[in-house]
């Protein structure tokens, strides 16, 4: 059976991720995958444009992705572009850029394509039973949530309430003031409630949070609880509630320095954890879960499968 290499580029809000894979027949095996802090948004999203500097970052983050690509021989590249360009007016100026200077197609997917894709790749390490989960997967420009089970998606939505986007509308003190974030709560209860309501017509067991800031708070947990643990080898880690609400207060009263040296923080979400916990403790406190999960797998991952399935 003939194998052809893949890649795969997410063109986030805050990060640029890459995965490289080489498919054969129906299954694919992961070669590499990496990240770029291209931070698109940052500086205009409440302005819903992106900036000039914020070009130039995403230019030089595509750049380094394809050096990366360029070892590995790959066939064919797919872009796809989510929250901060979807939602900005000079979104499409970006777009053609892109081609222009870097011969890379970019697609502009919807919200709603974006939560499918990131359920297909949630899916692959995640076993649905007959109960429903709540899938949530924090972006910097927008929150997917997708209720589903093992015969697939009951309900899916996307917010545009990522942590880019309340880091620039509330401008939080360093640490975080309590008001501060009770007025980021008080903005997700008045834009969540069709969530509530979704969650009440399929009653949730479980919460599964894919990658991002999953990651990282699954990554500062793990370091504490289980520091032999390779995080970075296995596909979902489970979050106990207290360890989160723990970690969340720690989060909540800390300065962007002292979270920098935390042990298992990414440090290119030193910024962004903050509203990202706030948004899954609300999340915990709304909705009482069962369980909680990380998983790591999420569009890119997603992506690739309904390219298998000849889906794109």
């Known amino acids: 059976m003939e194998k052809t290499r893949v890649a795969i580029i997410d063109l986030g809000t805050n990060t640029f991720n890459?995965?490289?894979?080489?498919?054969?027949?129906?299954?694919?095996?992961?070669?590499?995958?990496s990240k770029y802090p291209a931070?698109?948004?940052?500086?205009?999203?409440?302005?819903?444009?992106i900036t000039p500097e914020a070009m130039k970052r995403g230019l030089e983050a595509l750049?380094?992705?394809?050096?990366?690509?360029?070892?590995?021989?790959?066939?064919?590249?797919?872009?796809?572009?989510?929250?901060?360009?979807?939602?900005?007016?000079?979104?499409?100026?970006?777009?053609?850029?892109?081609?222009q200077e870097l011969g890379l197609t970019i697609r502009v997917i919807p919200g709603d394509e974006e939560a499918q894709t990131i359920f297909d790749g949630v899916k692959q390490v995640v076993p649905l039973g007959s109960a429903y989960a709540l899938i949530m997967d924090i972006g910097g420009g927008s929150v997917e949530f997708i209720i589903a089970n093992k015969n697939g998606i009951a309900w899916k939505d996307s917010y545009n309430l990522g942590v880019a986007r309340l880091l620039e509308q509330f401008a939080p003190s360093d640490p975080i003031a309590t008001k501060e974030t009770e007025a980021i709560e008080k903005h997700l209860e008045t834009n969540l409630d069709s969530l509530l309501?979704?969650?009440?017509?399929?009653?949730?067991?479980?919460?599964?949070g894919s990658s991002g800031s999953f990651d990282t708070?699954?990554?500062v947990i793990a370091r504490r609880e289980f520091p032999l643990m390779e995080l970075s080898k296995i596909t979902s880690f489970k979050l106990e509630p207290e360890a989160l609400l723990n970690t969340h207060r720690l989060l909540l009263t800390s300065t962007i320095?002292?979270?920098?040296?935390?042990?298992?923080?990414?440090?290119?979400?030193?910024?962004?954890?903050?509203?990202?916990?706030?948004?899954?403790?609300?999340?915990?406190?709304r909705l009482q879960p069962?369980?909680?999960?990380?998983?790591?797998?999420?569009?890119?991952?997603?992506?690739?499968?309904?390219?298998?399935?000849?889906?794109?």
């Not at 890459?18 to 995958?33: F, N």
């Not at 979704?198 to 599964?208: H, K, M, Q, S, Y």
């Open 39 to 49: 931070k698109l948004g940052k500086g205009g999203i409440h302005k819903a444009t």
């Open 197 to 208: 309501n979704a969650c009440d017509r399929f009653p949730i067991a479980r919460l599964i």
């Open 290 to 312: 069962a369980e909680v999960w990380q998983c790591s797998f999420a569009l890119k991952e997603g992506a690739i499968l309904q390219i298998i399935n000849s889906e794109l």
């Open 63 to 99: 750049t380094s992705h394809l050096i990366s690509i360029s070892e590995y021989q790959v066939e064919s590249i797919f872009c796809f572009a989510t929250s901060a360009i979807r939602s900005a007016t000079n979104g499409a100026e970006f777009v053609k850029k892109v081609k």
């Open 217 to 219: 708070l699954a990554a």
């Open 18 to 33: 890459l995965l490289i894979t080489e498919v054969e027949g129906s299954s694919y095996r992961i070669l590499t995958e």
């Open 257 to 285: 320095e002292e979270r920098r040296t935390l042990p298992g923080m990414d440090p290119d979400r030193v910024e962004n954890i903050v509203p990202a916990s706030i948004i899954v403790q609300w999340v915990l406190q």
